[in-house]
């Protein structure tokens, strides 16, 4: 069991390092499932995204480091804002949403970019302070943090039926896969961010055959006048 243990987190088991990698492989495969069910347009999805925020980072940040609720924290509230946003979609069935493609417009843009900004402040918390952050070698830290905070972000996009967000996903998780492959990653943490960028490629076509929000009023209003 401890030899399982170790091939899949390279950690050893019972440590605190060995945890917490587990912890994250866990949260990151929730975030696959919830874009797979997104895809879908299911509601479920973001019930398993705030899932995936408590079981990784909010648990590690409990138990470990109180610090990080500043990153955790947001990360849960921009899912539970998600849940919010999708839910003023209309049903189409038990707990899929009719979604309407809205236009990736300037302020998409705008928010996007200040939101990855304000996550990877708050993620990187002292070692931005302390200027460490700054310093030779810490590269590595900043892509895989800049990358985690654009997947978070393209789910709030999600939420807005804003269809480049899966695209946005996909590459942010590429990057992140590229970024760790270099580090000597655990298994099953490189594993599960593969299976995201393959899961947010699914989510991009997915979609494509989604109204916009333009044609989904144009047909209402040709209905009402038929009527």
Not at 66 to 79: E, G, Q, R, V
Not at 84 to 110: A, D, H, N
Not at 148 to 161: K, W
Request: hydrophobic residues 55%.
């Amino acid at each position: 069991m401890e030899e399982i243990f170790f091939n899949l987190f390279s950690q050893l088991p019972g440590t605190e390092s060995g945890t917490q990698v587990a912890l994250f492989s866990l949260s990151a495969l929730l975030s696959v499932v919830a874009a797979l069910l997104l895809a879908h347009r299911n509601d479920l999805g973001w019930w398993a995204q705030m899932l995936a925020v408590f079981a990784g980072p909010l648990v590690i940040a409990l138990q470990y480091d109180l610090t990080l609720l500043s990153y955790a924290l947001p990360y849960f509230a921009l899912a539970a804002f998600g849940l919010w946003r999708f839910s003023r979609f209309e049903f189409q069935g038990k707990f899929t949403r009719k979604v309407t493609l809205g236009r990736f417009g300037l302020m998409p843009i705008i928010l996007t970019v200040l939101g990855v900004l304000g996550l990877t402040a708050l993620h990187l918390g002292e070692m931005l302070t302390t200027g460490f952050a700054f310093t030779a070698g810490t590269s590595v830290i900043w892509l895989s943090f800049v990358s985690e905070a654009l997947v978070v972000t393209s789910f709030a996009l999600i939420a807005c039926g804003l269809r480049p967000g899966w695209l946005l996903m996909a590459l942010a998780s590429l990057v992140y896969v590229v970024t760790i492959f270099n580090s000597n990653p655990a298994l099953a943490l490189l594993g599960t961010w593969v299976f995201m960028v393959l899961a947010s490629v699914y989510g991009w076509f997915a979609w494509r055959g989604l109204p916009t929000r333009g044609e989904s009023a144009a047909d209402a209003a040709t209905t009402l006048e038929t009527n």
